[in-house]
């Protein structure tokens, strides 16, 4: 009976046949190998951002002594990692709340760093913030821009996302940030919940090398 390991001597009268087969067959298999460690680890896909929901029941803006923000915001962060070979690993991932282009308050979405979204996974953050008196640097056109909302009930807030993440057998530690433009509904206390619709986040291209 013949060993396994010896694919060649099995085949009496064939064995060179047989030698040129196995030799082909384990190239393929290397080069397989080789491909599918290339295409899942070489190349990173960016991470996707959506807000699934938000929630703002309070946003008054004072202008003295100093100009701020007194706001209440609950937001519900989906961020997917589309590779299918690679975990993502954070390190930092913090999120500005900007009005009419002015940052208002910035919150952490991680407790501490090493957190894992796994392959082709999607990780949800909730993150429920608010301020008594946020100062901002909102110059007059803002404040008017305050009040043209205020009067309308909706108002333009954007979520910017920064963080540090680093894909599985990689080196670098990626810059990730992400622009996510709300219109918030501001929620009267005792109403009923306000229907939020679905946004999904602009991720910026990272000019780092390997990210």
């Known amino acids: ?49 959506d807000v699934d929901d938000a929630s703002l029941t309070r946003f008054t803006l004072t202008t003295a002594p100093t100009t701020s923000i007194s706001y209440n915001l ?24 900007l009005f009419d282009g002015q940052r208002f308050d ?8 090493g957190y894992v979204v796994p392959a082709g ?12 008196g946020a100062n901002t640097a909102l110059g007059s056109a803002g404040v008017k821009e305050y009040q043209r909302e205020s009067r309308e009930g909706v108002f333009d807030v954007e979520v910017g996302l920064s963080g540090e993440v680093r894909f599985q057998l990689h080196h670098t530690w990626c810059r990730l940030e ?6 918030l509904q501001l929620a009267a206390p005792g109403a009923g919940s306000v229907v939020f619709q679905k946004t999904t986040c602009e991720v910026l291209r990272s ?3 390997g990210c």
């Open 1 to 49: 009976m013949c060993d396994e390991s010896e694919c060649c001597g099995c085949f009496g009268p064939y064995r060179r046949f047989a030698c040129g087969f196995c030799v082909g067959l384990a190239i393929v298999v290397a080069i397989t190998i080789i491909v599918v460690l290339i295409v899942g680890y070489g190349h990173v896909s960016h991470l996707r951002v």
């Open 207 to 209: 000019s780092q090398r």
């Open 121 to 132: 996974k999607t990780a949800v953050f909730h993150l429920d913030t608010g301020a008594d």
């Open 74 to 97: 609950t937001l519900t962060l989906a961020v997917r990692n589309p590779n299918w070979a690679m975990g993502a690993t954070f390190r930092s991932l913090e999120a500005d709340y």
């Open 106 to 113: 910035r919150v952490k979405a991680l407790a501490s760093p």
């Open 178 to 183: 992400a622009k996510c433009p709300l219109k």
